[in-house]
């Protein structure tokens, strides 16, 4: 059996290539490789409501997954991106059982890992998947990065968003979602959340 590598969650953004789609980028654990995944915008989102930890009024897919697996005594052991084929990234859940059974569930990336975000376990693949489809980064490179992703958060705070009134919130909310700019939705989300 190939050693895993262990990967995170570095950023997910609007795709530059395919209108709709994100680019979920997932970085090797402790190393400089990075593994960008085309997604949809439904699991995109799904993707950023768990990182941000909006609380949706109704339970999405992923978080009926979560739900269905505790009720039925599923845990969920990890997520591995398990394949490549042809450009397209498969990956599997790790699941045990009762029993203590191990059970692999095949998945898209983008559903394993809005999954593995809910149960907060790893994510992982192979040296063979990274060598294939990885991006290196020299560490100029990687510091460039972090200082974009700094000026792309401080740009997007809002500024006093407790003296606004709920209409602008909603409006603000209703703005950043469809700009995609989850991390601002988050914020509004919870000001109005601590007026209600």
């Given at each position: 059996?190939?050693?895993k590598i262990?990967?995170?969650?570095?950023?997910?953004?609007?795709?530059?290539?395919?209108?709709?789609?994100?680019?979920?980028?997932l970085?090797?654990?402790g190393?400089?490789?990075?593994?960008p995944?085309?997604i949809?915008m439904?699991?995109?989102?799904?993707i950023?409501?768990?990182?941000?930890?909006?609380?949706p009024?109704?339970?999405?897919t992923?978080?009926?997954?979560?739900?269905?697996a505790?009720?039925?005594?599923?845990?969920?052991?990890?997520i591995?991106?398990s394949?490549?084929?042809?450009?397209?990234?498969?990956?599997k859940?790790?699941?045990e059982?009762?029993?203590?059974?191990?059970?692999?569930v095949?998945?898209?990336?983008?559903?394993a890992?809005a999954?593995?975000?809910?149960?907060?376990?790893?994510i992982?693949?192979?040296?063979s998947?990274?060598?294939?489809?990885?991006i290196?980064?020299?560490?100029e490179?990687?510091t460039a990065?972090?200082?974009?992703e700094?000026?792309?958060k401080s740009?997007s705070?809002?500024?006093?968003?407790?003296d606004?009134?709920?209409?602008?919130?909603?409006?603000?909310?209703d703005?950043?979602?469809?700009n995609e700019?989850?991390?601002?939705a988050?914020?509004i989300?919870?000001?109005?959340?601590?007026?209600?």
């Amino acid at each position: 059996m190939a050693e895993k590598i262990k990967l995170e969650i570095l950023g997910l953004s609007s795709s530059q290539s395919q209108s709709g789609s994100f680019a979920l980028v997932l970085g090797e654990y402790g190393g400089n490789k990075r593994l960008p995944i085309i997604i949809g915008m439904f699991e995109a989102q799904a993707i950023a409501i768990e990182i941000e930890k909006i609380t949706p009024n109704r339970p999405m897919t992923h978080d009926l997954f979560k739900s269905f697996a505790h009720n039925f005594n599923f845990t969920i052991k990890e997520i591995i991106i398990s394949d490549l084929k042809e450009g397209v990234f498969f990956s599997k859940i790790i699941c045990e059982n009762e029993a203590k059974e191990t059970i692999e569930v095949d998945a898209r990336p983008s559903d394993a890992i809005a999954i593995g975000l809910r149960f907060n376990v790893e994510i992982f693949t192979y040296e063979s998947i990274l060598t294939e489809a990885g991006i290196e980064m020299t560490d100029e490179e990687m510091t460039a990065s972090v200082e974009k992703e700094k000026k792309t958060k401080s740009r997007s705070k809002p500024k006093k968003l407790e003296d606004m009134e709920s209409d602008q919130l909603n409006k603000m909310l209703d703005d950043a979602l469809k700009n995609e700019d989850y991390e601002r939705a988050a914020k509004i989300r919870d000001e109005i959340n601590k007026r209600n």
